[in-house]
């Protein structure tokens, strides 16, 4: 059973602003601050690897792709959070798209999300001044531990090797809110759905979260230095 404890924190509302150099948000100083996603799309070394996909599929078939997975993931995501609020949450239109999304929904719901034991926030806002902000999927307890939890879907699930930078935008949000509420989450969980409706729970724990956040810390700096801010 999942113990709602919303009021638990109060997290601030982000007003987004988009630069030349990718999304940022307004911290509390007014001042822009990229985005924790922006940073690690800015600092990855996997970006050749997308533009010889793209040139491989050809660009219209690539942004094809790209919109579908889109609007799969975020179908899935608001109907997670509804149903997380004890809201409404099975609604889907009859397209392709939202068939994916509600079989991929329903295998969340079944199978992925029973060992989240306490939720503190959905979908909240998380910001650094002069550093950088970003919203998270969940704040909470996984196995009454406290854990950063983000839900990914996939067209095939991922080896753990290909997805750090998943946990690194996890490492990135927990360490946010533990300078903002002090709070001491050192677990992420990654849970994913691909189309095969395949289920897959990633664990990051204390020993590896330390090496995580130093890797992130790393990717902040770099970008830094890169648009010399």
């Not at 149903?83 to 397209?95: A, H, S």
């Not at 998270?136 to 009454?144: F, L, M, V």
């Not at 001491?184 to 189309?195: A, H, S, T």
Request: with cysteine; aromatic share 10%; charged share 30%.
């Amino acid at each position: 059973m999942t113990t709602k404890n919303f009021n638990k924190y109060t997290y601030p509302s982000l007003e987004r602003v988009d630069l030349e150099i990718g999304r940022h948000y307004l911290d509390s100083k007014n001042t822009p601050v990229p985005s924790v996603t922006t940073v690690l799309s800015a600092t990855s070394k996997s970006k050749d690897g997308i533009d010889q996909w793209r040139n491989r599929v050809g660009e219209a078939e690539a942004d094809r792709i790209v919109k579908q997975s889109t609007e799969i993931g975020s179908s899935v995501h608001d109907a997670i959070e509804k149903y997380l609020k004890d809201e409404l949450w099975d609604i889907f239109e009859n397209t392709e798209n939202e068939l994916i999304a509600k079989k991929i929904t329903h295998k969340f719901v079944n199978d992925g999300l029973k060992k989240i034991t306490e939720i503190w926030g959905l979908e909240v806002g998380l910001v650094l001044d002069n550093l950088y902000a970003g919203t998270a999927d969940c704040i909470g307890e996984y196995n009454s531990i406290p854990t950063l939890i983000d839900f990914k879907t996939a067209k095939k699930i991922k080896k753990r090797e290909w997805i750090e930078d998943y946990f690194l935008q996890g490492c990135a949000y927990a360490n946010a809110h533990n300078v903002m509420f002090g709070t001491d989450i050192q677990q992420i969980v990654i849970l994913m759905v691909d189309r095969d409706l395949v289920f897959q729970e990633f664990i990051v724990r204390p020993t590896e979260f330390k090496i995580l956040t130093h890797k992130w810390k790393k990717r902040l700096i770099d970008f830094n230095n890169k648009y010399n801010r």
